[in-house]
């Protein structure tokens, strides 16, 4: 349980850092206006224009592409360029620039697969990745001004909706082979902190934003009619999970018109008022556990007020504009907005998720439209048509630009900002200690509440049985490491999946092999696998095992035990061959009978035979009959019969002429003239009173 969890919440949130005065509206105390803000997807440069008459303080752009020839450091020459034209552009403008980064769905080699797992876990795309990352950070830091940055939308999600705790991720972060990576965990945890850690070093000017997302819990908060409080709170664990501190957090209500999902088939998509009120809910949970402000991004721009929006492509229907400003248009009333403002929400980016939504400007040249109005009211929960004639040519009707005029000629309401305890200068708890970071109870400058955190006892030694397995604390629970360890919930068990190996270095006496293990179910799995080695693993890599003789049970190391869907986990090994020496010259009497191997005991054919037990005396008799005779050579028929009154497995000796080239139905040595032969597997045991026969040929 994070310390600070039990500390009394007074729904205070954190300043965002600010590096520069010449912003003008990320609302940063002390640098930039205190107020609400509203923003807006704008690109490419040169769409400052599309602003006119709409008083926005924020602009957003997708910085993507692949990471190839078409990503966004080749939109422009030379290198970067773009960059460096649309920060200015926006600084010029008086806009504070949002970075949208999202380059590992587009990215190769499995471009477009959402969620990107596979991508994640491919080492070069990765590294190319970082090194993107880190030349925008630099382009950035060239540009001097604060500039948000909001990390890779739904990537975090997608993280939690995999697992709750981030470590169970795979990411290959260490092992992308970036120098900087070195040392961070091959997970998502090691990601979020590599991430931060490059913007602390190339461009400190960076406010870094994370996406949470409403649906990461796989109970969606809105189509599930999940618990707000319940999903905020699991989120907000999955964010302190991650071990790393962003500066303020990004979230969304859809990224599609509701009109368009209608005309799509899924008419549910469609919001109810209380459903407004769910997702505040949610953020407000959010936004108080972890005390970080909310930047609501990408919401649709449609509405159902204006002829324009006729569910055509570029033309449709939503209802979260005007939820905020249609009462802020038709009479100043701002309550929808403050209920938000209160909840942590700092400013709202409105924008299209997808070239088909409505925009806020004419994007498809098609100038006023004003078709006739539709009936919509089954799907859009409203009591009217859209039958109000467009304001202009916007693709919206308009509405949009004027409820942001409105509300800015109104007067933007203030955030709810002050002096917190943890930044006052006063010893507020009386510990002796002031303010972050002297003061033990504060975990940042923004924190609320410097009273000290009360001592919590260890999950696995606070004689509880926390996970409800029918054991208590270490070392009796299995999900207890020791006694210090903060969570007795039992591994998952591993899941058997197939191995496959190949030899990639052999030398007789042990050999090297490379093994595949793949995940063919539709699900991400603790893996384990078995194989069968040739002798004693002497070195194994990329994962941990066990050995019983030959049989050999590997499961992955603590960066890989977890394989998506569809993934495969690589790991090696090398070993030695086993040497075993034959019974008859391992110098021991095996069977008792006061003689040690070939040739002095009777029972071993030869040096490698592995059977020295004694046949029974005259029990078992030979006799030999020729088949052909060539004068240089001949072939002969051998008559084995057991005279005794068990079952024996047979051994006999003959004297023959010349050397055998060819014998069957038995195995043999030969020394001189006397030919050993003994039964093959399947007629080796002879019954009482039965017969086998065995053939040769020999050259004299």
């Known amino acids: ?375 919509n009211r089954t799907y859009n929960h409203t009591d009217h048509l859209n039958d109000r004639t467009a304001l202009n040519a916007d693709d919206d009707g308009g509405f949009l630009r004027a409820g942001i005029g409105e509300y800015y000629a109104n007067g933007a309401l203030a955030l709810n900002r002050g002096f917190v305890a943890c930044n006052d200068g006063v010893d507020n708890d009386g510990d002796g200690a002031t303010d972050y970071p002297a003061d033990p109870g504060c975990v940042s400058a923004s924190d609320g509440d410097e009273t000290d955190p009360l001592p919590v006892p260890a999950v696995c030694a606070d004689g509880l049985d926390n996970d409800g397995d029918g054991l208590t604390d270490y070392p009796a629970d299995p999900g207890c490491a020791s006694a210090t360890d903060a ?41 384990k696998t078995t194989f069968t080695a040739q002798g004693p693993i002497q070195n194994l890599w990329s994962a941990t095992y066990t050995q019983n003789g030959k049989q050999v049970e590997a499961q992955g190391a603590e960066w890989n035990t977890t394989l998506a869907a569809g993934a495969t986990a690589n790991f090696g090994f090398c070993a030695e061959r086993t040497s075993v020496t034959p019974v008859c010259s391992d110098g021991l009497d095996n069977d008792g009978d006061g003689l040690a191997d070939y040739p002095d005991d009777s029972g071993c054919n030869s040096p490698t035979d592995t059977d020295e037990t004694d046949p029974i005396p005259g029990s078992v008799s030979a006799a030999l009959s020729i088949d052909s005779d060539w004068g240089s050579g001949y072939c002969a028929t051998v008559d084995v019969r057991n005279s005794g009154p068990t079952s024996e497995l047979w051994r006999i000796s003959l004297a023959i002429e010349g050397q055998v080239d060819n014998l069957w139905n038995a195995v043999y040595t030969q020394a001189g003239p006397t030919l050993n032969a003994a039964g093959a597997d399947w007629n080796k045991s002879l019954p009482a009173g039965g017969s086998t026969q065995f053939g040769y040929c020999a050259q004299r």
Not at 30 to 48: A, D, E, K, R
Not at 502 to 512: A, N, V
């Open 487 to 527: 969570d007795e919930s039992n591994p998952p068990l591993p899941t058997e999946l197939p191995a496959s190996l190949r030899i990639t270095g052999d030398w007789g006496s042990g050999y090297c092999a490379d093994v595949a293990v793949t995940n063919g179910t539709a699900a991400g799995v603790v893996w």
């Open 1 to 375: 349980m994070p310390a600070k969890a039990l500390k009394r919440s007074r729904a205070t949130f954190p300043l965002l850092l600010a590096l520069s005065t010449t912003t003008s509206a990320l609302p940063l105390a002390g640098n930039t206006p205190g107020v609400l803000s509203f923003g807006v997807g704008n690109n490419p440069i040169g769409g400052i224009s599309r602003l006119s008459g709409m008083p926005v303080g924020y602009r957003y752009q997708y910085f993507t592409g692949g990471l190839g020839g078409n990503d966004w450091r080749n939109w422009n020459s030379p290198d970067g360029a773009f960059a460096d034209l649309w920060l200015k552009e926006s600084r010029d403008a008086g806009l504070t620039p949002v970075v949208t980064y999202y380059n590992l769905v587009p990215a190769t080699p499995y471009a477009y697969e959402d969620p990107p797992f596979r991508n994640l876990q491919t080492a070069a795309t990765m590294k190319a990745y970082f090194e993107n990352w880190i030349f925008l950070l630099q382009r950035i830091k060239a540009y001097g001004d604060p500039v948000v940055v909001h990390l890779e939308p739904d990537l975090f999600g997608y993280f939690q909706w995999n697992d709750s705790d981030p470590a169970n991720t795979a990411v290959a972060v260490a092992s992308s082979g970036l120098p900087q990576a070195i040392g961070y965990e091959n997970n998502a945890r090691g990601y979020a902190k590599l991430m931060a850690a490059l913007r602390d070093q190339y461009a400190p000017n960076v406010v870094l934003g994370w996406h949470a997302s409403a649906w990461a819990t796989r109970t969606d908060l809105i189509l599930n009619q999940g618990d707000p409080e319940a999903i905020g709170l699991a989120t907000a664990n999955f964010y302190r999970a991650l071990g790393t501190a962003f500066d303020v957090m990004f979230s969304e209500f859809s990224d599609r018109d509701s009109g368009y999902y209608q005309v799509n088939g899924q008419a549910q998509r469609w919001w109810k008022p209380e459903d407004f009120d769910r997702y505040r809910r949610f953020i407000a949970k959010l936004s108080s556990e972890l005390g970080q402000e909310v930047i609501l991004w990408q919401i649709p721009v449609g509405n159902t007020l204006y002829r324009s929006g006729n569910n055509t492509t570029g033309h449709y229907q939503d209802n979260r504009a005007e939820y905020f400003l249609q009462s802020v248009l038709e009479g100043g009333d701002t309550t929808h907005l403050e209920q938000y403002r209160d909840a942590g929400v700092v400013a709202f980016l409105f924008g299209a998720g997808q070239d088909e939504q409505t925009r806020y400007f004419d994007a498809l040249e098609d100038g006023v439209t004003n078709p006739p109005a539709i009936d």
